[in-house]
């Protein structure tokens, strides 16, 4: 094993994208990761691309370095399994509703029992003390009600829109990796272990309106809601003469900068809408369709010489093809063509963050459903007629064959 967290064992109850996201992070970083699955398997292992059932592209992308055990949690032989594995486990993840984990008699009062250091991390719609404690939660519920559709309407979208990206379940992946490293950290000074609870809806409420509260930070409110640089309907990526471009002119060195190339540093001293930065901050919706207009007249080439030679913030516009061929990632090696045991050649993403010390690898491929679940019996010193017994009963699944 390599990585930071090498020797920490993590169960994972997770499915879909905000944990498996979450905990394959974890294993990225050398975690021990047991993915527990229901004998139906992860949803996603049915849905995106696939060569064989069962090994969806988006399944592909989110459980690497994991080993995967079917357990059936209804059946009191399986919960016994899974209270076996807790017994030795640093973490335990979930995004089951807390009231389906009591249900099944793995809440967090059950848990600390069998291992009172136990981090017991929940990832949940909603924080546990409010009227929407039980219900369901899922990206484009969360997306909706933090004001994400609202916001693209709003920035001059013909109607309310997603984004078109799981963004809120990532983000609350990306809020439980740290909550489990922030609670591992107490529990390595203190010798503790405690329940974590990290709710999508609160998480991504304050990642929304730290940019746009705006006015309403103050009481009374001195201000609409509301980032206007943000919600210009002219902040898109630059139409050229034969593309896009990406650009941004920012500080008041870059304004300048812009000026100049167009031969017209005069005009940067008398323009009071764009020659400070609190004018500019009330003249946005100008500043970028002047910008727009003047982006218009020449092509990507040009400008890309221009504003690299001007220093100013400049790439180009990727399609989702163009950023898997995007030079930058060809010279870091960032896309591995590896051989999966059942799938064959697949295109994976590296692990993006570099240690000088504990790297991180690609140790295990995305598994089969309950690819491991005999090995890991074994471990827990069950023996074969043990775990004959619990095939035999449907509380545990059986390893499929290799594709």
Not at 87 to 101: F, H, K, T
């Given at each position: 094993?390599?990585?930071?967290?090498?020797?920490?064992?993590?169960?994972?109850?997770?499915?879909?994208?905000?944990?498996?996201?979450?905990?394959?992070?974890?294993?990225?970083?050398?975690?021990?990761?047991?993915?527990?699955?229901?004998?139906e398997g992860d949803?996603?292992?049915?849905?995106?691309?696939?060569?064989?059932?069962?090994?969806?592209?988006?399944?592909?992308?989110?459980?690497?370095?994991?080993?995967?055990?079917?357990?059936?949690?209804?059946?009191?032989?399986?919960?016994?399994?899974?209270?076996?594995?807790?017994?030795?486990?640093?973490?335990?993840?979930?995004?089951?509703?807390?009231?389906?984990?009591?249900?099944?008699?793995?809440?967090?009062?059950?848990?600390?029992?069998?291992?009172?250091?136990?981090?017991?991390?929940?990832?949940?719609?909603?924080?546990?003390?409010?009227?929407?404690?039980?219900?369901?939660?899922?990206?484009?519920?969360?997306?909706?009600?933090?004001?994400?559709?609202?916001?693209?309407?709003?920035?001059?979208?013909?109607?309310?829109?997603?984004?078109?990206?799981?963004?809120?379940?990532?983000?609350?992946?990306?809020?439980?990796?740290?909550?489990?490293?922030?609670?591992?950290?107490?529990?390595?000074?203190?010798?503790?272990?405690?329940?974590?609870?990290?709710?999508?809806?609160?998480?991504?409420?304050?990642?929304?309106?730290?940019?746009?509260?705006?006015?309403?930070?103050?009481?009374?409110?001195?201000?609409?809601?509301?980032?206007?640089?943000?919600?210009?309907?002219?902040?898109?990526?630059?139409?050229?003469?034969?593309?896009?471009?990406?650009?941004?002119?920012?500080?008041?060195?870059?304004?300048?900068?812009?000026?100049?190339?167009?031969?017209?540093?005069?005009?940067?001293?008398?323009?009071?809408?764009?020659?400070?930065?609190?004018?500019?901050?009330?003249?946005?919706?100008?500043?970028?369709?002047?910008?727009?207009?003047?982006?218009?007249?020449r092509t990507n080439?040009?400008?890309?010489?221009?504003?690299?030679?001007?220093?100013?913030?400049?790439?180009?516009?990727?399609?989702?093809?163009?950023?898997?061929?995007?030079?930058?990632?060809?010279?870091?090696?960032?896309?591995?063509?590896?051989?999966?045991?059942?799938?064959?050649?697949?295109?994976?993403?590296d692990i993006p963050?570099?240690?000088?010390?504990?790297?991180?690898?690609?140790?295990?491929?995305?598994?089969?459903?309950?690819?491991?679940?005999?090995?890991?019996?074994?471990?827990?010193?069950?023996?074969?007629?043990?775990?004959?017994?619990?095939?035999?009963?449907?509380?545990?699944?059986?390893?499929?064959?290799?594709?």
């Amino acid at each position: 094993m390599s990585g930071p967290l090498q020797g920490i064992k993590i169960i994972d109850l997770t499915s879909v994208i905000l944990g498996p996201y979450a905990t394959q992070i974890l294993g990225d970083y050398g975690a021990d990761v047991i993915k527990v699955e229901a004998p139906e398997g992860d949803n996603t292992r049915y849905v995106a691309a696939q060569r064989n059932p069962g090994m969806g592209a988006n399944f592909l992308h989110l459980n690497r370095n994991k080993k995967s055990m079917v357990l059936n949690l209804k059946k009191p032989e399986g919960l016994e399994v899974l209270l076996r594995l807790v017994q030795s486990a640093d973490v335990l993840i979930y995004n089951l509703r807390p009231q389906a984990m009591k249900r099944l008699k793995l809440g967090y009062e059950d848990l600390v029992k069998v291992n009172p250091r136990l981090i017991y991390a929940g990832a949940t719609g909603f924080n546990q003390a409010g009227p929407y404690a039980a219900k369901a939660a899922y990206d484009d519920i969360i997306q909706g009600m933090v004001g994400f559709a609202w916001l693209a309407q709003a920035a001059g979208g013909d109607r309310p829109r997603f984004v078109p990206s799981t963004l809120t379940d990532r983000i609350t992946g990306l809020n439980t990796v740290h909550a489990v490293l922030a609670a591992l950290l107490y529990r390595e000074r203190t010798g503790e272990g405690q329940s974590v609870e990290i709710p999508m809806f609160e998480g991504l409420t304050q990642f929304v309106l730290s940019d746009h509260m705006g006015g309403h930070t103050f009481d009374p409110p001195n201000a609409p809601v509301g980032y206007p640089r943000l919600l210009t309907p002219h902040r898109n990526p630059y139409k050229t003469q034969d593309g896009y471009l990406c650009v941004l002119i920012y500080n008041d060195k870059q304004w300048r900068a812009f000026f100049k190339l167009l031969g017209r540093e005069d005009e940067y001293e008398t323009d009071t809408r764009f020659n400070t930065p609190t004018q500019r901050a009330l003249h946005f919706d100008e500043a970028y369709a002047w910008v727009a207009q003047e982006m218009s007249t020449r092509t990507n080439a040009q400008w890309l010489h221009l504003l690299t030679e001007a220093d100013i913030p400049v790439m180009p516009m990727n399609s989702i093809e163009e950023l898997i061929n995007d030079p930058h990632h060809a010279a870091t090696g960032f896309f591995k063509q590896t051989l999966h045991p059942s799938e064959g050649a697949i295109r994976e993403m590296d692990i993006p963050f570099r240690f000088s010390k504990s790297a991180p690898e690609l140790r295990l491929p995305a598994p089969q459903l309950g690819e491991h679940t005999v090995e890991i019996l074994q471990s827990l010193g069950y023996n074969d007629e043990q775990i004959a017994t619990l095939k035999q009963n449907a509380a545990i699944g059986s390893p499929p064959a290799r594709g």
